[in-house]
């Protein structure tokens, strides 16, 4: 959520700042600023400051019409409203009492309700609801103190509870901006006489590739010349330099009308690419950080996989390849709700955390309880150097680049296959599958990407499809076993993007109170187990035709050569031929061209959902 950008050097950091937030604009946002250090020769500088309820383009025109003056250091946000209606005057950034310290925020300040009482005390006028601009006046009244702007920095930081990224810049101190971190991202770009702050990469990849992640409770300093680390205390630190493997193209629409459509074709590389590099020149598994021993995995007798959204129905289908595959039994929890229920842990617990941007708030928060707890902790994330995988015990990273969408897609499969490489992983070193069992599924799985490519092919299909629905009320979707949870996912889909009532159920509950809900016409995707499964298969035919019944159209996804489905399809949608626990990896695929479809017809704004944020980095 909320996009944040810092820049000093010698360009114009109006241009900068702006254009970083532009390619920031996929995390969701409901206003935009930017404030600029306008250098005086004779004396102190002041700040130059614009702001604007709405999207990119409204400061864009506020801006054209009363320009700026020109600055080589500035910041600039998009917020996403949490203190305080999402107004020109709630925007970012918020100015001091004396208007020389302007300051943007990502995250929450807990106490802010005391501090803002004490600043009234004292007689200051805070014009805002936000919890920002008190940070803003305490940090200038520590520069108008004595103290240079890293200090009161840091010295701000030690009173604030939260999470929380600041970004500040001082109008007497021009060529300097000052940036801390608590439990929410910020990452610095590192170029030539020239540095960056952003909250993620994307906000600086047109100018440099080279980046350096900080740690939890530092403050960075950026000029010119250089960057300067130290925590809260004022005591050195050193962050961690690592190079960008994505550029500016992979962050463009590459001739599609959404990001989202763009990444749902990107999936057969990301795929192909989470898959690289996986396999020994023996043959056997590797995966990407694994700093836990083989004694350390024989000894896991519980897994408990925690996530959100659309990362939690990847955990969903992780639980039942884990458990065919390990015979370790499996629990899948929401993370925000996780720690709250006093979960039993020990150290023969692993914690797998799924989270996409490695910043989400519920689940950071649900690996430092099982860390208490001395269990181990693994992540599995798509986002190099971010907290999650930080603070884990080992990781597996997705590889999927970068994903600009709110609505994950190509998150979601690359998740899957790091959730099959887990358990193909543990299976391996606790022997629980042969090897040559081992390598047949990792056959499967590197044959996914043209098996997906098949999928795509078909989209017209799905396409007119969404045209015959576009005065749908409601979608229901069922599913069973490794279907269900791609069920779920196809729901979620379309209440993200077309924002139509839609849900998903495991097939056999229908009968227990979910089918009052179908009436004529009522459009229901049902995902067909593959024939292999005869029993399933069986079962989710006898639920289709329960709805059918009933007047639903059915719309099914289901692999070629099963006849037996056709006299109670509607509509048919093909899938390759695949295991049953891989099916979620093509069957995805069509809910995913037709919400993203569907909601263009609709005349909604794909990429930027009413509401959402693309990471949430608050509780």
């Known amino acids: 959520m909320c996009g944040i950008v810092g820049y000093v050097g010698p360009q114009q950091a109006q241009h900068v700042v702006v254009e970083g937030l532009r390619r920031l604009e996929y995390r969701g946002y409901d206003s935009a600023g930017v404030a600029l250090?306008?250098?005086d020769g004779t004396g102190p500088g002041r700040i130059a400051e614009a702001k604007k309820a709405g999207k990119l383009a409204n400061l864009e025109k506020v801006v054209a019409d009363s320009p700026l003056p020109a600055s080589h250091t500035g910041i600039g946000h998009t917020r996403w409203a949490t203190h305080g209606a999402p107004n020109d005057v709630n925007a970012h950034p918020h100015l001091g009492h004396e208007r020389r310290v302007a300051l943007v925020h990502n995250g929450i300040i807990e106490n802010f309700a005391e501090l803002r009482s004490r600043l009234e005390a004292d007689d200051h006028v805070l014009v805002s609801e936000t919890d920002t601009e008190v940070v803003a006046h305490l940090v200038e009244l520590q520069v108008q103190s004595g103290v240079d702007l890293t200090t009161a920095m840091q010295r701000v930081c030690l009173v604030l509870e939260g999470a929380f990224t600041l970004v500040a810049i001082d109008a007497h101190d021009p060529e300097r901006v000052v940036a801390a971190r608590r439990n929410s991202p910020l990452v610095v770009g590192v170029g030539e006489g020239e540095h960056f702050l952003g909250s993620d990469v994307a906000a600086f990849i047109e100018h440099t590739r080279e980046a350096l992640e900080l740690g939890q409770d530092q403050v960075v300093c950026i000029t010119?010349?250089?960057?300067?680390?130290?925590?809260?205390?004022?005591?050195?630190?050193?962050?961690?330099?690592?190079?960008?493997?994505?550029?500016?193209?992979?962050?463009?629409?590459?001739?599609?009308?959404?990001?989202?459509?763009?990444?749902?074709?990107?999936?057969?590389?990301?795929?192909?690419d989470s898959l690289l590099g996986r396999r020994t020149q023996h043959g056997l598994l590797q995966l990407d950080e694994m700093r836990l021993s083989d004694d350390e995995i024989r000894d896991i007798d519980k897994i408990i996989i925690i996530a959100c959204g659309t990362s939690f129905y990847a955990g969903m289908v992780a639980k039942y390849a884990i458990e065919h595959w390990t015979?370790?039994?499996?629990?899948?929890?929401?993370?925000?709700?996780?720690?709250?229920?006093?979960?039993?842990?020990?150290?023969?617990?692993?914690?797998?955390?799924?989270?996409q941007s490695g910043e989400t708030a519920d689940t950071l928060q649900a690996i430092r309880h099982a860390r208490t707890q001395r269990s181990r902790v693994l992540a599995i994330c798509n986002t190099n150097g971010s907290t999650i995988p930080r603070e884990s015990d080992a990781v597996i990273y997705t590889h999927a680049g970068p994903e600009i969408g709110v609505a994950s897609?190509?998150?979601?499969?690359?998740?899957?296959?790091?959730?099959?490489?887990?358990?193909?992983?543990?299976?391996?070193?606790?022997?629980?599958?042969?090897?040559?069992?081992?390598?047949?599924?990792?056959?499967?799985?590197?044959?996914?990407?043209?098996?997906?490519?098949?999928?795509?092919?078909?989209a017209q299909q799905v396409y007119d499809l969404a045209a015959e629905h576009t005065g749908a009320r409601s979608v229901l979707f069922l599913g069973r076993h490794?279907?269900?949870?791609?069920?779920?996912?196809?729901?979620l889909k379309l209440k993200e993007l077309a924002y139509l009532h839609a849900e998903g159920f495991a097939a056999g509950e229908l009968k227990h109170g979910p089918i009052a809900l179908v009436e004529e016409g009522l459009p229901v995707l049902c995902v067909v187990p593959p024939r292999g499964r005869d029993q399933l298969h069986e079962k989710m035919i006898s639920g289709i035709q329960e709805v059918r019944a009933r007047g639903a159209r059915t719309i099914c996804l289901a692999e070629e050569g099963d006849t037996k489905i056709e006299p109670y399809a509607d509509v048919l949608v093909r899938l390759p031929q695949v295991p049953v626990l891989l099916q979620p990896l093509v069957?995805?695929?069509?809910?995913?061209?037709f919400a993203c479809e569907l909601a263009t017809l609709l005349g909604h704004d794909v990429d930027q959902p009413r509401?959402?944020?693309?990471?949430?980095t608050v509780e």
């Open 587 to 593: 069957a995805t695929i069509p809910l995913q061209l």
């Open 611 to 616: 509401n959402l944020a693309k990471s949430v």
């Open 37 to 39: 250090v306008v250098p």
């Open 327 to 355: 015979r370790i039994p499996v629990e899948v929890e929401l993370s925000s709700e996780f720690r709250y229920r006093d979960p039993i842990l020990d150290h023969s617990t692993l914690v797998v955390a799924i989270s």
């Open 409 to 458: 897609t190509k998150g979601f499969l690359t998740q899957l296959v790091a959730c099959y490489l887990l358990a193909l992983y543990v299976a391996q070193v606790k022997g629980t599958r042969y090897g040559d069992e081992i390598d047949q599924i990792m056959g499967q799985l590197e044959a996914i990407p043209e098996q997906i490519e098949t999928v795509l092919a078909g």
């Open 224 to 272: 010119r010349d250089g960057v300067e680390i130290t925590d809260f205390r004022g005591r050195p630190a050193e962050g961690r330099r690592y190079h960008v493997d994505w550029d500016l193209s992979a962050a463009e629409k590459d001739g599609h009308d959404w990001f989202m459509r763009k990444e749902i074709f990107e999936q057969p590389k990301a795929v192909a």
């Open 482 to 491: 490794a279907g269900y949870p791609v069920a779920l996912e196809g729901a």
